[in-house]
């Protein structure tokens, strides 16, 4: 089945950067639609959109990083990217990735369709 897997979190000091890295995998993925960033704080029920890009290469992103964060995306190596400069220890969370949308083609199964579909997440951690 198709995979989500995020990497590239860790402990910084403030000031610091971090690259966070997103790889889709499973099958033939024919085209993965928009994906965003998005991270959840610790004790909290949801998880704020923190970045995010179309699949035509559009960004957007929250104004707490606005200016700092840059998102991107490698439809050849199937990645998203999310480099964070100048971190603050607000942005101490889990981050994940998602993609609404993604089309797989698979020998035995033939096409298949992912909606909504997250990664397991990667702690980042900026201390002061």
């Known amino acids: 089945q198709v995979q989500l897997v995020e990497s590239g979190g860790g402990l910084v000091q403030a000031g610091g950067s971090l690259r966070l890295s997103c790889a889709a995998s499973?099958?033939?993925?024919?085209?993965?639609?928009?994906v965003g960033w998005y991270r959840e704080e610790l004790g909290k029920r949801t998880r704020e959109l923190v970045a995010?890009?179309?699949?035509?290469?559009?960004?957007n992103y929250a104004d707490s990083v606005k200016g700092r964060f840059t998102i991107s995306r490698d439809d050849v190596k199937k990645m998203v990217y999310l480099q964070m400069n100048n971190l603050k220890p607000e942005d101490t969370a889990v981050y994940y990735c998602?993609?609404?949308?993604?089309?797989?083609?698979?020998?035995?199964?033939?096409?298949?369709?992912?909606?909504?579909?997250w990664g397991q997440g990667t702690q980042v951690t900026v201390s002061s």
């Open positions: 995010g890009i179309t699949s035509g290469g559009r960004a």
């Open positions: 998602n993609a609404d949308r993604i089309l797989t083609s698979d020998q035995l199964m033939g096409t298949k369709e992912y909606y909504d579909y």
């Open positions: 499973g099958g033939s993925i024919l085209s993965i639609n928009n």
